[in-house]
Every structure is written in C-alpha cells, then in structure tokens.
C-alpha cells in the first residue's frame, strides 16, 4: 500500500475533510436522471496521452486514433491518422477506466507522449487542439506542463473549449509545482479523493483540486494485455471524465457550466470510504 | 566547465543524494535527442553512485523502456514499492548492472520552464515514500542547473555560434544564451504550425 498523497489530494484526505462549503444546492438531481441509461452511448471522449492499446480487454476498441508529432526540422504539428501503440501503458489505463463507467463512448487516441521525450507541451498543445478541431466531446487530460511558455496557448484552447461547450478533465500533478492546465479554471481538475468506488467523487470548492476521485492504490490496465497497481491523480482523472461521458450521453448539448452543476449535486450524495485509508498525507 | 566536471559534479550530486536517502544507489540520466542507432529519443545515464553503477553508467534507454523513461515521458514523479511486480520495470537492464532494486523513486529534472531535462533514480531508499517524494523533487531541482548547463554546453557547438560567443567560457556563454532565451521569448511571438 502506497503511503504517499499526490499533490493536492490533501484537502480530500484530511480529518475532517477541508472542502470548503457542502457540495450541492439540493436540486433534485439523482443518479438516474443525470446519467441515464449510464451507457455514454455516442459521446466522443479523446484520451490525449502516451496512446491507446486497443487491444487490452478493459479497452474494448479504439474508435479513432491520430499521432502528433513535432517536424524536427522546425515548429510544425504532424498529424498522423491510424492506429498506433501505447509506449508507456498511461493512456491505456486512463482508457479502461473510461470504458468500465461509460462502456458505450467513442474512444479517441490522441498521442502526444511517444518517442519524443523533450518538447511534449508543443505535442500536448496540439494534441489539444485537435480535439476541438474534430468534435470531440469530452478530454481526459491526464498529464500537465509545467512549461510557462505554454500558459497563454493553454488559456486561448481552454476558452474554445468552454465556448464550443467541449469537457476538458484535467489531472493535477502529482508534486506541487506548476501544473498547466489543469490548475486553470476552465477545466475540470482532479486530484485522489478517499471515495468508496469510482462510482463516487467529491466536490472541492478550494482551488485548484475542483473534484476528488479514486486514484490510490487502483488496478489499471497497462501495456501488453497487463494490469497493473498504481496511484496518481493520473487515474483520478479519467474517473470524472466518465461521469461527465455518461450525463453528456444522457443531456445532449449540456454545457460545461451545467456539468459542473450536476456532478456536484452527485458529488453531495457520494459516499466517503474511511479518511486517510490507503494514504497518509504529505509531511 | 569539462564534461569530465560536469560527470564529477553529477556524481557528487548523486553521493549526497544516496546518503540522504539511505539509499542503495542513485543515478542521473539526461535526456538525449534521437540519433545514429537510436531513432528515438533516449534517456543516457551520465552519473551514478552506489551499488550497479558501474553498470549503468553510459547506458541509453529508448523512449518507452523502463520506469525513468516513463516519468521523462509523463513529466510525473513516480514511486515503486514493489519494482519486479511493475511491467514499467527494464528488468533485463537493472540485470545486466548485477543490481535488481527492491524500491525505486523516479523524479524528473526539469529547467526553469518545466521542461524535461532528464530524471534522477533512487534505489531501494531508506525512508518513507512521502519522505522520499518531497527530498527527490528537491534534490532534482538542485541538480537541475548542472544538468542544464551539460545539456546546453552539448547542444551548443561554439564552432556555429558568433566569435564573441564562442571565445566565452562555457559557463558564460551558457548564461548569455539563456539571457537570449528569454529575451527573443518576449519579443517574438511562438510560431505555432501544423501540417495533416
């Protein structure tokens, strides 16, 4: 068992949680009607990552696969369409838990983290910026720069997002330094919460964690068929990113705003496992 | 400064990381472009200290292969409590060093920019994982200089660069070039293409 907290989680684990004002306005907004049949069936979800192993049985198939890469000789984003491998494993396990909360999306494999290891908030960006340009609904961001030179790039493509009402679900990093764009307001930012299952989530009114989910100690599918355990706000990430998939599914032209609503309406109704278990907090 | 300063001053950097730790072993690989054998980029151990090093000291990881090159790739500081059981693990390379840790704490060297320089590796460390994980990303930006300046003193052929650039000490054309970094940042903006 892992006895470190990712950055940011703290709020989440501390006793008693420090999350700022009770989640919810007390709408009568259930389970049942904010996701429907549950099934995400037809929302167009990018996982922009390390790529995809379509393959691994947790995946279920990969509907649409492009590759950024940067032209070494100058500042050029290259787009190639087509399946690809996953290198690392991350973006599999960011996928297979999409697929187990929304079983019927459309899984898009947006590969920005490959045999490039230097320049990748440039892949990132455009990464990114495909996605808006190709109607994706939701983002699962389970990677972030530190790079300032970025910043303004990653606010213009976070403001077209928000407008064109697509989801962008942003993992913080995992140390406490400079986590672009997920520490930005226009995204939904997760850190690793103590919930019972990844059925549930919370709610966190203090920047920059806005939700907490399942992220410690978690089975994830990885490269070559495998599962593996790890811990990291990278596979918080893609857990928020499903039950926005599912009420997408279930509200078709729901917008950003109105998500934020309902997800904390269902975060007032989550449930707690016990506070600190699998995790102690940073020193 | 030398590259034979520059190893020397890593290692050094590696020695009081392992006493720190209480580690096994430290190693420091820097992120190298792609290349000759290597089409991908690679991570190259330039410094290590304790147990295996001898063995790791000059290898070149490809992308994609190993724990270190995971967190170069994701930018993510990485604990493993339980190495052999994790298919990131290079096992046949830990092998080859006569050295398979139990533990292993990965954190990326990053510049002043975030961007990946290269990773420093603690193996089987003597303290807590959350310990571990706040001394890791301090001894990764202490060493991070050093390991810029190797970088740029590599990447920066004087033989290409004007005379007055080329007859100033590494060390100072290193930061005349970094002072040239930001100043044609805030004048020019980043030109950003695309190509389908």
Known sequence: ?283 | MTDADHTANLTAACTAARLAFGAGSVSIAVITPGGGDLSVDHLHYVAAEGRGSEGILGVRLPAGKGIASYVAATGQALVVDHVADDARFARDVAERTGYVPTTLLAVPITDRNGQVLGVLSVLDRGNSAGDALALGSAFAATVAPLVASSTADRDAAPAELPPQLAALEPEQRATVLDLLDGIIGAVQPRRRGRRD
């Open chain 1, 1 to 283: 068992m892992t006895d470190f907290l990712p950055a940011w989680s703290e709020p989440f684990y501390s006793e008693p949680p420090d999350l700022g004002a009770p989640a919810g306005l007390g709408l009568a907004i259930d389970r049942e009607w904010a996701y429907g049949d549950g099934s995400g069936r037809g929302v167009r979800v990018a996982i922009v990552d390390s790529g995809i192993d379509a393959d691994h049985p947790d995946v279920g198939g990969v509907q649409q696969a492009v590759d950024v890469l940067r032209d070494p000789e100058g500042e050029e984003a290259i787009f190639v369409d087509g399946p690809h491998d996953d290198l690392y494993g991350h973006g599999t396990a960011c996928a297979g838990i999409i697929r187990a909360l929304a079983p019927e999306v459309e899984l898009i494999s947006v590969r920005v983290l490959g045999s490039n290891l230097k320049g990748s908030a440039f892949n990132f960006s455009y990464g990114l910026e495909w996605c808006l340009d190709h109607r994706v609904d939701v983002v699962n961001l389970s990677l972030s720069t530190g790079n300032d030179d970025y910043a303004d790039v990653f606010w213009e493509l976070l403001d077209r997002a928000t407008f064109e009402g697509v989801m962008l679900v942003s993992a913080l990093n995992n140390e406490p330094k400079r986590s672009i764009p997920s520490e930005f307001a226009g995204v939904f930012s997760v850190a690793c919460a103590p919930v019972a299952d990844r059925e549930h989530f919370q709610f966190n009114r203090s920047a920059p964690a806005e939700w907490g989910a399942l992220g410690m100690d978690v089975d994830v599918a990885w490269g070559d068929g495998q599962t593996i355990n790890a811990s990291g706000n990278s596979f918080a990430a893609p857990v928020i990113a499903g039950h926005i998939a599912r009420i997408v599914g279930a509200h078709a032209g729901i917008t950003p705003w109105q998500v934020r609503t309902v997800l904390a309406e269902l975060a007032a109704i989550s449930r707690w496992h016990s506070p600190g278990a699998g995790a102690r907090l940073a020193p």
